[in-house]
């Protein structure tokens, strides 16, 4: 538990003085310049003065707490989504787990097979869900840490159009395809 305190401590905290951050090696820099060097996994990094999250930051904000990664990443639909799938199949991995080891238990006081056939049921289904909480999990963190990649890229396609003339300006072209 203090362990966990310690790592939502640095994930949350805030850098330096209000409107700097202190890298630690000389001055201040301003809060709204482009990080070169991530010091913090908390601290989300600006681009074209746009706000970035961290997507190491939000890999192991999923790596706590399943969905955590995708609310920091602003996708709350996808965070309660995710979350919930991954903490009720954990929950249905414990429920399993403490009906194997019940059926387990009553098989070694009654030696009745009904008993050892439920126990077998309940591990076999409990190795199961083993696996599809792993990977989902798994697939929680990854997409945590992809979407934190690509926070910007519709914005940027968005200015990229602008640039270069909009979708008003488009080029209209044909095709031949030939089937042989």
């Known amino acids: 538990m203090p362990l966990l305190l310690v790592v939502l401590a640095l994930l949350t905290a805030e850098g330096g003085p209000e409107g700097t ?10 809060r ?6 991530p010091d913090t996994l ?3 990094y600006t681009f074209g003065g746009q706000w970035q999250p961290n997507p190491t930051g939000a890999l192991l904000r999923s790596a706590v707490l399943p969905g955590w990664g995708q609310f920091y990443n602003r996708e709350p639909l996808k965070g309660l989504a995710l979350g919930s799938v991954e903490l009720g199949l954990l929950a249905w991995l ?4 403490a009906m194997a080891e019940e059926a387990r238990d009553d098989f070694r006081r009654t030696g009745d ?4 056939d439920s126990y077998e049921r309940h591990s076999a289904r409990r190795l199961d869900l083993i696996w599809y909480t792993s990977a989902a999990w798994l697939y929680g963190m990854l997409d945590a840490y992809v979407d934190a990649h690509l926070y910007g890229f519709s914005r940027e396609n968005r200015d990229f159009e602008r640039e270069t003339g909009g979708p008003e300006s488009r080029v209209i072209g044909g ?6």
Do not use: K, L
């Not at 709204?32 to 060097?37: G, K, W």
């Not at 414990?94 to 787990?97: F, L």
């Open 21 to 30: 951050e202190d890298s630690g090696r000389g001055a201040p820099q301003p």
């Open 94 to 97: 414990v429920a399993e787990h």
């Open 175 to 180: 095709m031949i395809y030939f089937r042989f």
């Open 113 to 116: 097979p009904f008993y050892e």
């Open 42 to 44: 908390d601290a989300a």
């Open 32 to 37: 709204d310049s482009v990080r070169t060097s």
